[in-house]
């Protein structure tokens, strides 16, 4: 219930609008068929845009049914719907690239023509899907035909495997690099700019893997070297929609074949063994590179019980024991510690970063949350679970409108006014003292058992007690807690000790009957 109380208004709509003016996106549209089985078609060329940091919009030319076995069924788009989609996108959203995939028939490449006159694009990249890596053939003659002299004249580059190659150019077979350089001297005649033979099935081994790209004057020669795998479906597709969404970027053509190439190899290696299917035709992992966001997350969000021993650090206290604030931090850890708090008051930006660092890859280990004191910086440069906030740090709107609502964001209160003014700001959880007196924050003004009480009873958010807090008077702080206290927040009680470990559990032991009962 607690991590709902973000209010309603903190959303995108508060972001500041120089933000969305500088994140303008380079945009391919993909004209291409669905496949059901996700590795070829429209959700490949999502994907590969997406994995290159490219927006991809849709239209639709067919729905097909397909698995890693085959091509099961396709039902073309109806004309109407097709053009609306183009016109759709294209009359609003600033396509830069306009990608081809399975264009089914001679209509759909007609409508397609008359709408990329009607709002030019900077770039158009056709690859002419004819078959399908199983050997289902997706298109007729005639389409092909209509391809060649309707698409190809408006083309910026055309991407046709062997087999495609061979029907584009009449001839019988391309099986050779010399057949593919013919090939790639017939099609470019039609009228693209580049013409990309995909050698990827040459008969030569030694030349396998050769893609050959023909600006009408020189042959560019890119090699790959060969990846053993099942899960090629889709390479065609993905390979063109780089190639689109590098030139969106705004990259000269052959600079963006390279580049497709490499990603095109990387995605082979990182897919090889995969298991999607039962048949010989696996998709890509697009997303090799990308760390997968549920481990980057927090395993959960923002729990109240996460408060009950929550260990704040003391780099002065440390030293003199001489300790790093990671081994505090991982000892604290291993002693029950159920959330940490870096708190460091005079240590200089970078240093603090280094230890943050350091610290999150211990608190990651063993999934407890750890968030930075005071600075918001620190906190997002090192990708802490969140930030706690005193009452002159920056205001904690502003501060959940920044991290997001996923992180943690602790506010110190010591009136019910400022409780209800975090609430209300979007924080999860307040820190409320001082208790007692302590010798760790200096000039601290002390609120006794009573002034806790007093705001715990009027808290719509969970509450942690904080100062001059130890293993003897933790008792008396939850013997009658209020059901919003969740726990005590120490810094001395653990951190001013020889054993951290040890003390960490001797205070775990004292408070862990007040939360089963
Ligand atoms: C859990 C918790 N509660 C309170 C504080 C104190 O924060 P603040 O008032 O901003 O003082 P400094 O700690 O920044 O000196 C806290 N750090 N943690
Ligand atoms: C950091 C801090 N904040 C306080 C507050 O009252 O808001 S008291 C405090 C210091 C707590 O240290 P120790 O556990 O060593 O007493
Ligand atoms: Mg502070």
Redesign the pocket.
């Known amino acids: 219930m607690y991590s709902l109380a973000v209010p309603a208004n903190i959303g995108l709509s508060l972001l500041p609008a120089a933000v969305s003016e500088s994140c303008r996106k380079p945009h391919v549209l993909s004209v291409s068929g669905s496949d059901s089985g996700g590795g070829a078609g429209m959700q490949a060329d999502i994907k590969a845009c997406g994995a290159l940091g490219v927006y991809c919009s849709a239209a639709i030319t067919a729905i097909t049914a397909q698995n890693t076995t085959g091509v099961q069924g396709i039902q073309v788009t109806p004309e109407n719907i097709f053009a609306m989609q183009l016109q759709s996108v294209l009359s609003d959203m600033e396509v830069d690239v306009v990608k081809t995939g399975m264009l089914p028939t001679v209509q759909i490449i007609d409508i397609l023509r008359s709408q990329l006159e009607s709002y030019p694009v900077k770039g158009l990249v056709v690859d002419p899907v004819l078959i399908a890596s199983s050997g289902d053939c997706l298109t007729s003659h005639e389409v092909a035909d209509m391809l060649c002299k309707r698409l190809l004249p408006l083309a910026d580059i055309v991407t046709p495997n062997l087999t495609e190659a061979a029907v584009l150019s009449g001839k019988s077979r391309v099986c050779t690099l010399l057949d593919m350089q013919e090939a790639a001297k017939i099609i470019k005649d039609f009228g693209p700019r580049y013409v990309l033979v995909k050698g990827g099935h040459l008969q030569d081994i030694s030349e396998a893997n050769v893609d050959l790209l023909y600006d009408g004057e020189t042959f560019y020669d890119f090699h790959g070297t060969r990846v053993e795998t099942l899960n090629t479906h889709g390479t065609g597709c993905t390979l063109a929609s780089c190639i689109a969404a590098e030139m969106a970027k705004g990259v000269q053509i052959p600079e963006a074949v390279k580049a497709a190439k490499g990603y095109i190899q990387a995605a082979l290696e990182h897919s090889k063994n995969m298991k999607i299917g039962k048949g010989p035709h696996g998709p890509l992992n697009h997303f090799f590179a990308f760390p997968e966001y549920s481990k980057i997350r927090r395993h959960h969000l923002f729990k109240a019980s996460d408060l009950r021993l929550y260990a704040?650090t003391?780099s002065g206290m440390n030293k003199r024991w001489q300790r790093s604030t990671a081994e505090a931090v991982r000892s604290a850890i291993e002693g029950g510690a159920t959330i940490v708090q870096l708190?460091e008051k005079e240590a200089e930006s970078s240093d603090f970063f280094k230890e943050a660092v350091a610290c999150i890859e211990v608190a990651r280990k063993s999934g407890v949350p750890l968030v930075i004191?005071d600075r918001l910086d620190i906190a997002m440069a090192c990708g802490a679970d969140g930030v706690h906030l005193?009452q002159s740090d920056l205001p904690v709107r502003e501060a959940r409108m920044l991290l997001g609502l996923d992180k943690i964001i602790g506010v110190?209160c010591?009136t019910v006014e400022q409780v209800q003014k975090a609430y209300e700001d979007g924080a999860n959880y307040v820190?409320?003292?001082?208790?007692?007196p302590?010798?760790?924050?200096r000039n601290?003004?002390?609120?006794g058992l009573e002034g806790l009480y007093a705001i715990c009873s009027a808290s719509p958010l969970p509450v942690v007690a904080?100062?001059?807090?130890?293993e003897f008077n933790a008792e008396e702080v939850l013997r009658d807690r209020p059901s919003t206290l969740h726990g005590i927040?120490?810094?001395?009680?653990l951190f001013?000790k020889p054993v951290v470990c040890k003390a960490t559990q001797v205070l775990a032991g004292k408070i862990s009957e007040f939360f089963h009962r």
Request: net charge positive; glycine share 18%; proline share 0%.
């Open positions: 704040v003391d708190r004191n005193g110190s010591k820190g409320c003292g001082g208790v007692y302590t010798n760790t924050k601290n003004r002390t609120i904080i100062g001059g807090i130890n927040a120490v810094v001395s009680a001013d």
